[in-house]
T-cell receptor, first 113, second 111 residues
Framework: KAGVTQTPRYLIKTRGQQVTLSCSPI?????VSWYQQTPGQGLQFLFE???????NKGNFPGRFSGRQFSNSRSEMNVSTLELGDSALYLC????????????FGNGTRLTVT | LAKTTQPISMDSYEGQEVNITCSHN???????ITWYQQFPSQGPRFIIQ???TKVTNEVASLFIPADRKSSTLSLPRVSLSDTAVYYC????????????FGGGTRLMVKP
């Protein structure tokens, strides 16, 4: 089975721009969650989608948004980028029901200049 | 959400057993304990999960005391390739959960 795929792998943007990151979950997984990882704050939960509905949301401003498509693929969008948004953005998938671990992609490294 | 506390870093030598303890005083009745391993520039990778007592798989063991306020990940006979950051999570891996990652423990295995 193919793992979780995140694209692009690296991204450089300028302050004020917006960015869209993509995540393809493992086949059959209906839950996709997003995390931000920075050296100072560690791994922080952004949001989780299950069957195209946002099921949980972390403590991030409204500039961070996401969506999930009918094939379970997910995108997250960050508008009006700030320097502090520079981070590794990780996507994880799971079946979404029952007891199951998260399967992570290798992330998108976003640098905001 | 249960908060977790782990040592920031640990050093070990090849061939030794490593035990990493995680404190989670506010663990809820339905919460499970899960450990992940992360190498630089990669996403975390699932190691082991448990609810109580002891769980063992091909790479690690997880010890959970009766009060469940802490847990210990045990890595037998570590090698250089076990150098990584290890995260303890407490939460429910089912509908409607949010998983909280602690700061992680940076394990350095020396030759």
């Amino acid at each position: 089975k193919a793992g979780v795929t995140q694209t692009p792998r690296y991204l450089i943007k300028t302050r004020g721009q917006q960015v869209t990151l993509s995540c393809s979950p493992i086949s059959g997984h209906r839950s996709v969650s997003w995390y931000q990882q920075t050296p100072g704050q560690g791994l922080q939960f952004l949001f989780e989608y299950f069957s195209e509905t946002q099921r949980n949301k972390g403590n991030f401003p409204g500039r961070f948004s996401g969506r999930q498509f009918s094939n379970s693929r997910s995108e997250m969008n960050v508008s009006t980028l700030e320097l502090g948004d520079s981070a590794l953005y990780l996507c994880a998938s799971s079946p979404g029901t029952g007891l199951s671990p998260l399967h992570f992609g290798n992330g998108t490294r976003l640098t905001v200049t | 959400l249960a908060k977790t506390t782990q040592p920031i870093s640990m050093d070990s030598y090849e061939g030794q057993e490593v035990n990493i303890t995680c404190s989670h005083n506010n663990i809820a009745t339905n919460d499970y304990i899960t450990w992940y391993q992360q190498f630089p520039s990669q996403g975390p990778r699932f190691i082991i999960q448990g609810y109580k007592t002891k769980v063992t798989n091909e790479v690690a063991s997880l010890f959970i005391p009766a009060d469940r306020k802490s847990s210990t990940l045990s890595l037998p006979r570590v090698s250089l390739s076990d150098t990584a950051v290890y995260y303890c999570l407490v939460g429910r891996n089912n509908a409607g959960n949010m998983l909280t990652f602690g700061g992680g423990t940076r394990l350095m295995v020396k030759p």
